[in-house]
């Protein structure tokens, strides 16, 4: 096999707001590359990467699907691996995760929306990352539809420097084709299915001002980004060539100084040919990302990792899905080295062996056996026995860790039950397998009452968990009414001393600490712990059991028993015995002075508080207002559309939230539309609170017995 330069590979994704054509773009791009032979339509529920059932049904993206096509470009042939994600807020997991492991990234926009509330998520998500970008305005055959307003929305709302590359020629029903900026030559699409349908000609009379003035721009944006070529444009702006903007603008695009912007009608088979000639021109390969930065467990220094086939191999497992035929299958972005099916790797996390028995190249759901993978590739192994999404697999002898990935806590759950005696066992295998899958997924057992309870990031989310378990599965449950997922927090300091002693003839137990418990410094998730112990009173040995010891006892309030979202404790001082004293006496005697001293620091609960953005007509703005009004929102603002229709920005309680989209649909006749987002944990008003405290029936020392 011949060598494979990596400079002609792009590992890109498809990232926007829900109802943009992210699904849509990937079918045309995976048709003009010639990975199908026709098209597969989200409204048909024929998507070729929506395999789900639930996916075809619901017309959305529920996982992201990988696959890989082959685009020929100025005469190269590039390797295009493709992922095109959801746009639900309830699976930004997904996301989170693709774009974790991307060299970059295509975020579409509908012409008529423009930046929604879900597109501004991405987009910072994709910036977490480091993730350069191309603007793919879509849609732009519906009423309403402006590319340069869209373009300038992009400048105002995410801050990025958004350039166009090309502009529409005509729009709304009269949407032609496109200028291409450069070249200076306007494209013609016909609306049909063939390979090439388009034509080239000369751009029409009543554009050439705009054409000149938008190239002009171009090629400024492009200048700024290359001293070189800033001198050069200095001194006569037209001796630019076409190959010294595209350089430019791409290492604009890499460095993230740039947004190339480029628009077209995916559903209408337009632009999306010129869509994927731009990705092999601004977006990068992995040899320009560069090395990855990664530690070395073995002595915690940071090492970088060459994207060479020649170096150790290591890569990370950005996702675990289950497969009825080939059981659990782990997708792999390889970011160094060379791994060959049958081998075996070391895993970073738990320092075990894994054997990767086979490797797979996937197309959506389907998989191609591979030999081999090397630096760069995105492929997907069997064979794991202990694997999670985030761990870090390396060559054996090595034990190198990536930086992992970050998820939200569930902010949502349910109690469930199997409707039958048999089905006991099933339905825990299913949802072990679930939680798997989706790190924002969660499964607990409540002690008190004996239930199942499943967590989730939304009503929609777990509404797919459900039908997952009944039909993948073969699982019916019964579900109880959904649930807020509150916490708890305390808002006083306090110092208190713990003496645990226990003497039952033999070795006995024995720990003294002195801690001042408090809330936590503002931004801290968690438990914020300071060893100010001097001369040896508690030793040092002891000093993480009393930290372990605060950090279990935090998984359950004072209050209610909800998990305590974030506290501060000091450990001044203590004392120990030379023979009685252990590890397990330290931790016990740091959970009883959580027990003892929390009620004396004014506990309260939290409840997590949604951003809540509704776009509507404006005759039914003034029933949604009062509506949200009555659910305790709070309006942050209130904006208008070009179209005419308004915007209404509020936060609201999740717990007043449960089944808002149909009361929405009641109120406007079916015309609005809303996005929610977990936002922040807001304390819950005393009366509510009181409320909540007795319907858990919690004892303090519940969980302890």
């Known amino acids: 096999m011949a060598k494979r330069d990596l400079s002609y590979t792009r590992n890109i994704g498809i990232m926007a707001h829900i109802d943009a054509g992210k699904t849509t773009t990937s079918e045309r791009i995976l048709y003009y590359t010639g990975k199908t032979h026709k098209i597969g339509e989200v409204h048909e529920g024929a998507a070729t990467m929506d395999w789900m059932v639930q996916e075809q049904e619901r017309g959305i993206t529920i996982t992201s699907a990988a696959t890989t096509a082959f685009w020929h470009y100025n005469g190269d042939t590039y390797q295009i691996n493709l992922i095109d994600t959801p746009g639900h807020v309830d699976f930004t997991v997904e996301v989170e995760r693709s774009l974790r492991v991307l060299d970059g990234t295509i975020a579409t926009f509908c012409a008529v929306g423009r930046v929604q509330p879900q597109s501004e998520t991405?987009?910072?998500?994709?910036?977490?990352?480091?993730?350069?970008?191309?603007?793919?305005?879509?849609?732009?055959?519906?009423?309403?539809?402006?590319?340069?307003?869209?373009?300038?929305?992009?400048?105002?709302?995410?801050?990025?420097?958004?350039?166009?590359?090309?502009l529409p020629i005509g729009a709304e029903e009269k949407f032609q084709g496109i200028v291409d900026l450069l070249s200076r030559k306007a494209i013609y699409y016909t609306s049909d299915e063939e390979l090439v349908n388009y034509v080239c000609k000369p751009v029409p009379d009543e554009m050439q001002d705009a054409v000149a003035l938008w190239r002009d721009k171009l090629v400024e944006a492009a200048a700024e980004c290359d001293e070189t070529l800033m001198e050069k444009y200095f001194e006569d702006p037209d001796s630019l060539t076409e190959e010294e903007i595209i350089a430019a603008l791409r290492k604009g695009t890499i460095a993230m100084q740039i947004v190339p912007a480029c628009c077209g009608s995916s559903f209408k088979n337009k632009g999306v040919q010129f869509l994927l000639d731009a990705v092999m021109r601004y977006l990068p390969s992995p040899l320009d990302v560069g090395e990855t930065k990664a530690t070395n467990l073995a002595n915690d220094q940071e090492v970088r990792l060459p994207v060479s086939e020649t170096a150790p191999f290591c890569g990370l497992v950005f996702k675990i899905a289950t497969d009825p035929f080939v059981g659990r299958l782990a997708y792999i972005r390889v970011y160094s080295?060379?791994?060959?099916?049958?081998?075996?790797?070391?895993?970073?996390?738990?320092?075990?062996?894994?054997?990767?028995?086979?490797?797979y190249q996937m197309h959506?759901?389907?998989?191609?056996?591979?030999?081999?993978?090397?630096?760069?590739?995105?492929?997907?192994?069997?064979?794991?026995?202990?694997?999670?999404?985030?761990?870090?697999?390396c060559a054996e002898g090595r034990r190198y860790s990536l930086e992992s990935m970050e998820f939200p806590d569930p902010v949502i759950g349910i109690a469930v039950e199997p409707k039958t005696q048999k089905d006991l066992d099933k339905l825990g295998v299913a949802l072990s397998k679930l939680a798997e899958e989706d790190p924002t997924f969660t499964v607990k057992s409540d002690n008190e009452t004996g239930q199942t309870v499943i967590s989730g990031m939304g009503e929609l989310h777990l509404d797919i968990i459900v039908d997952r378990l009944r039909r993948e599965f073969g699982v019916e449950i019964n579900q109880g009414a959904p649930q807020v997922n509150y916490k708890e927090t305390i808002t006083a300091s306090v110092q208190h001393r713990e003496v645990f002693k226990k003497q039952t003839g033999g070795r006995g137990k024995f720990a003294d600490i002195i801690v001042e418990i408090g809330p936590a410094d503002e931004g801290v998730i968690g438990l914020q712990f300071d060893n100010q112990v001097k001369g040896g009173n508690v030793p040092k040995e002891f000093v993480p059991s009393v930290q372990k010891g605060f950090e279990s006892a935090m998984a359950n309030g004072v209050l209610a028993g909800y998990e305590v979202q974030s506290l501060k404790v000091t450990l001044l001082d203590g004392s120990y015995h030379p023979v009685d004293s252990d590890q397990l006496s330290f931790e016990l005697a740091a959970r009883m002075a959580f027990r003892h001293a929390c009620p004396k620091c004014k506990p309260v609960i939290l409840e997590p508080i949604m951003s809540l953005e509704v776009v509507t007509p404006e005759d039914y703005m003034g029933d949604i207002v009062g509506d949200l009004n009555r659910r305790r929102g709070q309006i942050v603002a209130m904006d208008s559309t070009a179209n005419g229709a308004r915007i209404v920005k509020a936060y609201v309680p999740l717990a007043e939230q449960f089944g808002y989209v149909t009361v929405l649909r009641t109120l406007s006749s079916g015309r609005a539309t809303s996005t929610m987002t977990f936002d922040h944990y807001a304390q819950v008003p005393p009366a509510m609170a009181k409320d909540i405290v007795e319907k858990s029936g919690y004892r303090l020392g519940d969980e302890e017995e």
């Open 122 to 166: 991405v987009w910072r998500q994709a910036d977490k990352y480091g993730v350069p970008k191309i603007a793919y305005v879509n849609k732009m055959d519906r009423v309403g539809a402006d590319f340069l307003a869209c373009v300038e929305e992009i400048k105002a709302k995410l801050g990025a420097n958004a350039v166009p590359i090309c």
């Open 337 to 359: 080295g060379h791994l060959d099916a049958g081998s075996y790797v070391l895993n970073a996390r738990s320092d075990k062996k894994e054997r990767v028995a086979r490797l």
């Open 364 to 393: 959506s759901n389907h998989q191609n056996p591979i030999d081999f993978v090397e630096a760069g590739d995105i492929c997907a192994a069997v064979g794991f026995k202990d694997l999670r999404t985030g761990d870090t697999i």
